[in-house]
């Protein structure tokens, strides 16, 4: 496989700039997903490194090597669009040994490479059918085998699977995510959707308005969210983020204060373990507190809090199972705060009930711009 390196990638149409400055280094073997909402650049630049765009400023580098301007069919790079793009004329094996053909690949090369895909993604049952007689899945599956067939440096997926239904879309996730364990291939994969991101890259690459947000791990961009967008952005469902006072304590420790309007006052005491030095420079001022779902759990009856875990009481005001877990919403400070509980809790609107939060799930945000203080 190979390296890719994009280096200070621009482009405009006319006056108006869609991607602004993008650089990303992307090792041997990685899985980086591009991800934001529609129309943010993140297919303008998958295309811009499989060559169908021109930049107007900045480099692509495949090992190495400058392939800014080099043609598409030159660079080595096979990509897989999310219409399929199957020949319907064609069968199975024909549109897989297609590309193969194209560059003058002998025949028994060919015939051994669509036997080697083709057992590779369990399509070998499929090899004289027409893509009419197949299924979005399988379709999706042809359209694989045929960049595979062709062993290229880099590969690029332009949402695969958003053609396919909901459970076909986890089913294809777990058979990409197969794949690149055993090619150890390097690829690079555009979505919108947030789940995909999470489950599949190595590394996310968060893209709004043509620009970088965020470059990190799955980890790092859910749990140390460079800024509100981000932590907006990735997580189902998404990050509360509330604006607070962070208040100054008369032991000198601080605590984060939630009002809104006429709710009550509520104060979490925050331990100094969550406070960096860059926080606690911003005594008396507003904040935006970042918290999962996950870090708010119902207490228990003689439970005992732990040193990163302050109570809250609060009024559920929205319950709704899912089977795996329950969402309930609660009203903290005039604040809806989205929680992520066990299933089958006792439970009922209206109720004000005892919750627990984990502090070592905390993020904080400057109010002004919004991004992490670290």
């Known amino acids: 496989m190979a390296s890719l390196d994009l280096v200070n990638v621009q482009k405009s149409f006319g ?3 869609i991607l602004h400055d993008i650089s990303i280094g992307l090792k041997d073997g990685e899985f980086l997903v591009l991800v934001g909402p529609s129309g943010c650049g993140k297919s303008t630049l998958m295309n811009i490194i499989a060559g169908l765009e021109e930049p107007t400023g900045g480099s692509v580098q495949l090992e190495g090597r400058d392939i800014t301007r080099v043609a598409p ?3 080595n790079i096979s990509m897989v669009f999310q219409s399929y793009a199957l020949y319907p004329n064609m069968t199975v094996a024909k549109n897989i040994e297609f590309p193969l053909e194209m560059r003058k690949v002998d025949k028994a090369s060919r015939t051994e490479r669509v036997k080697s895909v083709s057992r590779l993604l369990q399509i070998e049952h499929l090899l004289d059918r027409k893509p009419r007689q197949l299924s979005g899945g399988q379709r999706q599956r042809v359209a694989i085998g045929r960049a595979l067939a062709r062993e290229p440096k880099l590969y690029l997926f332009d949402e695969p699977l958003s053609n396919l239904d909901a459970q076909l879309r986890v089913d294809m996730r777990t058979e990409i995510k197969k794949l690149h364990q055993r090619l150890k291939a390097t690829i690079v994969y555009v979505t919108h959707d947030q789940i995909e991101a999470m489950t599949l890259a190595t590394r996310i690459a968060v893209m709004k308005g043509g620009v970088l947000q965020q ?3 799955p980890y790092e961009v859910y749990n140390r969210p460079a800024n509100t967008f981000v932590a907006g ?3 189902s469902p998404r990050m509360n983020l509330v604006k607070a006072r962070l208040s100054a304590m008369p032991g000198g420790e601080l605590a984060l204060v939630f009002q809104e309007g006429a709710g009550a006052r509520v104060q979490i005491d925050l331990p100094r373990e969550v406070v960096p030095a860059a926080l606690a420079e911003r005594a008396g001022k507003d904040v935006i507190a970042g918290l999962r779902p996950e870090a708010v759990s119902l207490a228990t009856p003689g439970m005992v809090a732990g040193p990163m875990q302050r109570y809250v009481d609060a ?3 929205v319950i ?7 969402l309930a919403v609660i009203d903290l400070g005039g604040h ?4 992520r509980l066990e299933p089958d809790l006792p439970l009922a609107l209206g109720q004000h009930a005892r919750f627990v939060i984990d502090l070592s799930k905390l993020v ?4 002004a711009a919004q991004t992490l203080i670290e």
């Open 15 to 17: 006056p108006i700039k």
């Open 73 to 75: 069919a030159e660079r």
């Open 215 to 217: 470059l990190g791990t």
């Open 233 to 235: 952005f990735m997580g």
């Open 315 to 317: 009024e559920v005001q």
């Open 320 to 326: 709704e199972p899912t089977g795996a877990d329950t």
């Open 336 to 339: 809806e705060f989205t929680v």
């Open 364 to 367: 904080c945000f400057d109010a």
